[in-house]
């Protein structure tokens, strides 16, 4: 499989357990790297980073200034301590947004969050100029966030500031104001914020997962078995404030979200056949671009935003056609007696990876977006399905791929042809979506029971679980 | 078999014609159940008022007094081919008074059973297929989806291309048997609508099928 043996995260010991057991393979987020190469491998990331964010010009004195360093080798020890309420009605909203705040800034690994049940010993500062720069010294921590939170009426004015400790000046600073309805966003605000000007790293904790789901437990209307309603719904990237989109009563699968992620496609049953529908979502109307008749499913946006990409039996079996987003000028690229199902778009729009069965099991093929050049990935899987072709500058497919009962998520490298595994057989493990970033994956497994849908870091570090009412499927992760 | 030996040529008869309902049953789910509760319903009830009959010593009184009048010397064979018909017209009006919900919730139309990964018809699902182009046939005005369902044990995505797949091979099939293409839907559900929410083979052998389900009558 061409696995390295650090990518078996199930036999490491627990992310950030102990601070002297971090290894920069973990802080980077690779998983290939050990310390002994740390300056190499530092040069790497700085050119990974810089390639996904190319407007931060590296190495500058200002910036030197600014990005806060931990010991070398090792990632920045950040504390999150809570927030300030400047009035008894910010308290609630001060809470969330520190805890939110810390989890978004762990979540990307960039930094190492010192556990806030050692902040206890620490006296809480109510202004920048009381905090106690020595005791976080002590704690082992490079950065230090301060937030103020003032609640008026229906809003907020957020204040938030990171501390360098060590030469305890602020190289962060911004204040928020607007609506105390959702004080997360503030948190994930910050936390992209803070991410882009440390790390020059572009984070995801505003982005969206679209999925679908059967958590209302509502049966299907006027049929005749008992059948569960299934939903598309959307929530923030860890799952909180899940919001339905689709109120059909009927089976609504494989959502997918538009580059622009303001809408949705995915398909409906709403007529009795599966068929493609776009949903606005922040102007709640419908769209239906193949017009119906026909029976299509999976569709995926092509990276533009132009054109959808999808199966349909039109012609009498299941095969991948391009139609425009209005639907119009319709065009099939697959042509083969067998099942051609569930492409995807490789990041510049010349190129589909799709699910076919030619071979007798369903493997990953690609095939140009004009129908040539067809060629065969999956040469040593038994069953590969769900191929999701990784943003730049990753140049990657993820794939569900068969691994004895179940299915584990595996990443093909296209420049090496080499394919790595991200799960190791936890529960059935399918339907991999790519953060905008690359550097995520969102997927569902059985692991908990039920089906749910867990985060995981591309090297197979950091599973998280996302959903946990009902069963959950068919993951898109919005840019 | 051993036991019809021993009685009269009409209980070898209805004996004989049993035999093959119970082979159906066997390989069918409770679908069918009804027309075949229906059918030895019919039978029993003939054997119960034949019972007496049947220790006479005259074989012709035997038969059942739906039958045309077969030749005196009533061979048994004859009998025995005799037997369904009467329960024919019952069986119909059983059908034709129940509402669609009722007729798809003990479905007459049978299931088609497949292996993991297939979508082939085979012998036994041949025969499925047949009997309900034999039950369209007779009940032309029924219009049927035919909904393709796989067990859990394929991803999400493919299942629905492979139910689609399932489906069709079964429209194909009754479309070869006479059935009109337009009477016949196809629909595929993937691995959504288990039948048995189990995590067995047991379970996953139901979930592997082609559903028939009337949408019209």
Redesign the interface.
């Known amino acids: 499989m061409g696995m390295t043996n650090s990518q078996l995260p199930m036999s490491q010991p627990p992310r950030w357990r102990a601070l002297g057991r971090l290894r920069l393979g973990d802080w980077l987020g690779v998983g290939r790297w050990e310390l002994g190469v740390a300056v190499a491998a530092l040069a790497v990331a700085t050119l990974v980073a810089g390639a996904a964010a190319p407007q931060q010009v590296p190495e500058q004195p200002s910036e030197v200034a600014v990005v806060i360093s931990g010991d070398p080798g090792t990632p920045p020890r950040y504390a999150v301590p809570d927030f300030v309420a400047v009035n008894p009605e910010a308290a609630e909203a001060a809470r969330t947004m520190s805890r939110v705040l810390f989890d978004d800034l762990a979540f990307e690994r960039e930094f190492y969050l010192i556990p806030r049940d050692t902040y206890a010993t620490i006296p809480a500062a109510r202004t920048a100029d009381q905090i106690p720069f020595n005791a976080w010294r002590e704690l082992g921590a490079d950065a230090v966030v301060f937030g103020v939170v003032e609640r008026t009426g229906n809003n907020v004015r957020v204040e938030v500031r990171l501390f360098n400790v060590r030469t305890q000046q602020s190289v962060f600073s911004k204040e928020y104001t607007g609506s105390q309805e959702n004080p997360r966003l503030y948190a994930h605000t910050m936390s992209d914020e803070i991410h882009q000007q440390q790390r020059a790293l572009r984070g995801v904790a505003r982005t969206k997962l679209a999925f679908s789901s059967d958590r209302n437990r509502e049966r299907m209307v006027g049929t005749i078995e008992n059948r569960d309603v299934k939903e598309v719904y959307i929530a923030d990237y860890d799952g909180a404030n899940p919001r339905r989109i689709t109120a059909n009563r009927q089976l609504n699968l494989t959502p997918v979200w538009s580059p622009d992620a303001r809408a949705i496609a995915y398909t409906s049953y709403r007529r009795g056949y599966p068929d493609l529908f776009v949903a606005l979502i922040y102007e709640g109307v419908q769209q239906e671009p193949t017009g119906g008749g026909t029976q299509n499913w999976l569709p995926m946006f092509s990276p533009d935003g132009t054109r959808i990409v999808f199966t349909s039996s039109r012609d009498g079996n299941p095969e991948l056609y391009i139609m425009n987003r209005d639907g119009s000028g319709v065009r099939r690229l697959t042509n083969h007696p067998a099942i051609d199902s569930t492409p995807t778009w490789s990041p510049t729009g010349t190129q589909v990876a799709f699910t076919s069965d030619r071979a007798g099991q369903p493997q990953i093929y690609i095939v140009g977006a004009d129908g040539l050049n067809l060629r065969r990935l999956t040469t040593s899987e038994s069953y590969a399905d769900r191929p999701t072709w990784s943003p730049a500058p990753f140049n990657e497919i993820a794939f569900a791929a068969r691994t004895g009962p179940g299915y584990d998520i595996k990443v093909y490298d296209l420049a090496t042809g080499v394919t790595r595994r991200v799960t190791f057989g936890e529960g059935s493990n399918e339907s991999p979506s790519y953060s905008p970033s690359g550097r995520h994956l969102a997927f569902t497994s059985t692991r908990v029971g039920g089906v749910q849908i867990f985060t995981i870091g591309r090297d197979g570090r950091g599973v998280k679980q996302i959903t946990r009412d009902g069963n959950n499927r068919t993951p898109s992760w919005s840019n | 078999m051993a036991r019809s030996s021993s009685g009269s040529r009409y209980e070898i008869g209805s004996t004989r014609s049993v035999v093959p309902m119970n082979k159906r049953m066997r390989g069918s789910t409770t679908a069918a159940s009804v027309v075949l509760i229906l059918l030895t319903g019919i039978a029993a009830g003939c054997a119960r008022r034949e019972a007496p009959v049947t220790t006479s010593p005259t074989p012709p009184l035997a038969a059942p007094p739906g039958v045309s009048a077969p030749a005196p010397p009533g061979p048994p064979s004859r009998v025995e081919e005799a037997l369904p018909v009467p329960s024919e017209p019952i069986a119909e009006d059983a059908i034709s008074n129940r509402s ?2 009722a007729l ?2 003990d479905s007459p139309l049978k299931p088609v059973f497949y292996p993991l ?1 297939g979508a082939d018809l085979d012998a036994e699902g041949r025969a499925a297929v047949t009997a309900n182009a034999a039950l369209l046939r007779r009940h032309t005005t029924w219009v049927v ?1 035919v909904e393709g369902h796989c067990d859990e ?6 299942n ?3 139910g ?2 399932r489906a ?1 091979s079964v429209k194909a099939y009754l479309v070869s048997l006479g059935i009109g293409p337009d009477r016949i ?1 196809t ?3 993937g691995k ?2 288990p039948f048995d929410q189990g995590h067995d083979e047991g379970a996953w052998t139901k979930n592997r099928r082609a559903h028939f ?1 009337i949408t019209s009558k």
């Open positions: 669609l919900d798809n919730r990964d989806t044990r394929g991803t999400s995505e493919y629905l291309a492979l689609e797949r069709a839907r629909v595929s559900y959504e609508f389900v």
